[in-house]
């Protein structure tokens, strides 16, 4: 059964740090791995989308590598800023599901 | 723009007064979920539709309903609603059933019952 894990499950830098997130998976037959942003009392906001034959995804200060054999992925954040405090969601497609199976995330705080 | 929405965003209800939450969106897309969030369990999926008429449960369906009349509509029924429905509620749309599309969300449900 596959599960996500995610650490740490909450993270606090100041401004301007460069910082990776973590997320670890137990079954490397995936499809895709996707990143997401969650900020409170909102949706959540696609950020990073890796197939599983990428190695790495770049949007900006994002960036997103892929490990399928050791069962990782890490999400890059360049030089931080306050408004990058959320919540981080992984999730992955793993198999013939249709659908994704998520980390708890890691809540993020970037302090000026 | 591209985006799925819900309505309605905040709601208070009562034990057993029948509810429904609307997910509308306007990309075309073939395949619709509903998911919860609770703290420490993260999100779970309720129900899924891979395309119109066609749906099914996902992990946690009990105590839910769901049709899928029209491409772009994803309604979510709660005939008895019961406090342990106290939740954070999305939907989200993707291209289609197959894998390796990005998933949209839309902002949430927040819905309390007492």
């Known amino acids: 059964k596959q599960e996500v894990t995610q650490i740490p499950a909450a993270l606090s830098v100041p401004e301007g740090e460069n910082l990776v997130l973590n997320c670890s998976f137990t079954d490397s037959a995936i499809y895709n791995l996707q990143w997401f942003r969650q900020d409170p009392g909102k949706g959540l906001t696609s950020l990073l989308l890796?197939?599983?034959s990428q190695r790495e995804q770049t949007s900006g200060r994002l960036n997103a590598s892929l490990d399928k054999s050791s069962g990782r992925s890490t999400l890059y954040i360049a030089a931080s800023q306050p408004g990058d405090s959320a919540t981080y969601l992984c999730a992955v497609h793993a198999g013939n599901n249709r659908k994704l199976i998520w980390g708890l995330g890691t809540s993020l705080a970037v302090n000026p | 723009e591209a985006q799925v929405t819900q309505n309605p965003r905040y709601l208070i209800t009562v034990t057993g007064k029948k509810l429904t939450v609307t997910c509308s969106q306007n990309?075309?897309?073939?395949?619709m979920s509903w998911y919860r969030q609770d703290p420490g369990l993260g999100l779970r999926q309720i129900y899924y539709s891979m395309n119109v008429e066609v749906t099914d449960k996902g992990d946690v369906p009990e105590g839910y309903k769901v049709s899928r009349k029209e491409k772009r509509n994803f309604p979510l029924i709660l005939e008895s609603p019961s406090p342990n429905q106290t939740s954070l509620y999305f939907c989200?749309?993707?291209?289609?059933?197959?894998?390796?599309?990005?998933?949209?969300f839309g902002p949430g449900t927040r819905l309390t019952v007492t």
């Open positions: 990309m075309n897309h073939e395949y």
């Open positions: 890796i197939q599983s």
């Open positions: 989200a749309s993707r291209l289609d059933g197959t894998p390796g599309y990005e998933q949209y």
